[in-house]
């Protein structure tokens, strides 16, 4: 089984509606969620991070968070075309404090 | 503001010869650096963990003399690719680890890249 398993996309989300970006992981032991944004050519930016379950809002994004289901998600609402890029899930494991970045969700905004 | 910096951006180089990349962490101590490797529409790759006065640690199948690395001072790690040849023409990304206020581990912040094109 995968660490941290994303589905690669494409995702394509009509401007102005909410992109949906779901991550699971397989060490229940994790404590740290973060969601990174990786325009083509660049390198990641982090965008998001939660420690603790359920919600966490920044601006027009959501974080959520369910241990016992062992899954992470982003919101975007109201999607623009600058949102397209792809979507780096990362936990960060008790094992070894090592962070395992998924293989990343590629979003497409649709103007 | 940028807490990462990284020299070159881009680099371009004749096979054969031996390519230096430069990573900074500005304004704060890094003990921890990391350094990933990014083909084309292809996932992060883990290369090795950059410690501050020791030796790195590899990932397996990550070939440490040629890829060599050292963190001589708590704000630089430098990769040195040796006899770089065109299949090590790749994106070459370092990152800190950072703790930042009410986390609970550390989180990684990414430099900008080198992009490595080996002729």
């Known amino acids: 089984q995968k660490e941290v398993e994303q589905n690669s996309g494409p995702l394509s989300v009509p401007e102005g509606a909410i992109a949906s970006l779901n991550c699971t992981y397989s060490d229940r032991g994790s404590q740290s969620f973060f969601w990174y944004r990786q325009y083509s050519g660049k390198s990641p930016e982090l965008i998001m991070s939660?420690?603790?379950?359920g919600d966490k809002e920044d601006g027009r994004f959501t974080a959520q968070l369910n241990k016992a289901s062992q899954y992470v998600s982003l919101l975007i609402r109201d999607s623009q075309p600058s949102d397209s890029a792809t979507y780096l899930c990362a936990v960060n494991t008790l094992r070894d404090d090592k962070i395992i970045f998924g293989k990343g969700t590629r979003l497409h905004i649709l103007p | 503001g940028a807490v990462v910096s990284q020299h070159p951006s881009r680099v371009i180089c004749k096979s054969g010869t031996s390519v230096k990349i430069e990573c900074r962490s500005l304004d704060f101590q890094a003990t921890t650096m990391f350094w990933y490797r990014q083909f084309p529409k292809q996932s992060l790759m883990l290369m090795a963990t950059?410690?501050?006065?020791?030796?790195?640690?590899?990932e397996q199948g990550v070939e440490k003399d040629k890829f060599l690395i050292n963190h001589a001072s708590l704000t630089l790690s430098t990769l040195t690719v040796t006899s770089a040849h065109p299949e090590d023409s790749s994106f070459y990304i370092c990152?800190?680890?950072?703790?930042?206020?009410?986390?609970?581990?550390?989180?990684?912040?990414f430099g900008p890249g080198t992009r490595l094109t080996v002729l």
């Open positions: 939660i420690y603790s379950n």
């Open positions: 950059s410690n501050e006065g020791s030796k790195a640690t590899y």
């Open positions: 990152s800190v680890s950072l703790r930042t206020s009410g986390g609970a581990t550390d989180t990684q912040y």
